[in-house]
């Protein structure tokens, strides 16, 4: 596709419930981001997954979240009894990957999730 | 740790009147440095990058930032604003040796008055 596509692009879920959110970089991108953004706060880095190496996880808030990457294009985020203060825009964006001075990332619309 | 600070919250301008917007990251390495826009209802997009070379640099729509190394500022400015700039712009840097994360600052919104 064009750009960096995500879905649902809206999610309403309980306190408890398990989510996933799906992320579709450009094709060709060997590198994938995951963000958060909370109201009045800037973007969170999550994790990073380079071609077949060992995603980057530093920035997982908890044993709840998780995310794989599939055949090094499609990624899916989940969230494991969500919380209300999961309540936030999931931001997914892909880039060249390879070396630094390609790591122009690329950013899709984004998820909001709403934890009640 | 490293960091991105922009200390302006919300930054409130006529129609013409000129801007600047700070940004200071804290990392004594060779870094990247980007601005990033979010207009409202769109998704985030590259205003401009710096990598290397002259310290001033041009993005899309009449936007510049000078990459001042000694004071570990990078900030984005422009002559005459425009009504259709209001947005929210996000300060952000990748470490030059590590193509992994970028560091975002809390992003400053700026409402233009028409």
């Known amino acids: 596709g064009a750009g960096v596509s995500q879905s649902p692009s809206n999610k309403v879920t309980e306190k408890g419930k398990d989510v996933e959110l799906r992320c579709d970089p450009i094709?060709?991108?060997?590198?994938l981001y995951w963000y958060r953004q909370s109201l009045g706060q800037g973007l969170e880095f999550l994790i990073y997954f380079q071609g077949n190496s060992a995603p980057d996880k530093s920035g997982l808030p908890s044993d709840r979240f998780s995310a794989e990457r599939t055949g090094g294009s499609v990624s899916t985020l989940t969230i494991q009894r969500t919380q209300q203060e999961d309540s936030a825009v999931y931001l997914c964006?892909?880039?060249?990957?390879?070396?630094?001075?390609?790591?122009?990332?690329?950013f899709g619309p984004g998820t909001r999730l709403t934890v009640l | 740790a490293q960091s991105v600070s922009q200390h302006n919250h919300h930054v409130i301008l006529s129609e013409a009147a000129s801007l600047e917007l700070g940004c200071n990251y804290s990392?004594?390495?060779?870094?990247?440095l980007f601005w990033y826009v979010q207009y409202p209802g769109q998704h985030l997009q590259l205003l401009l990058k710096y990598f290397s070379g002259d310290p001033l640099v041009k993005g899309i729509k009449g936007f510049e930032a000078e990459f001042i190394k000694s004071k570990f500022s990078f900030n984005l400015r422009k002559p005459s604003v425009q009504w259709s700039d209001t947005a929210e712009y996000f300060c952000a840097v990748t470490l030059y040796s590590s193509a992994s994360k970028i560091i975002f600052g809390s992003g400053t919104r700026l409402s233009i008055r028409p």
């Open positions: 094709s060709g991108h060997t590198a």
């Open positions: 990392y004594g390495g060779t870094v990247n």
């Open positions: 964006a892909s880039s060249l990957g390879g070396s630094s001075r390609s790591n122009e990332q690329f």
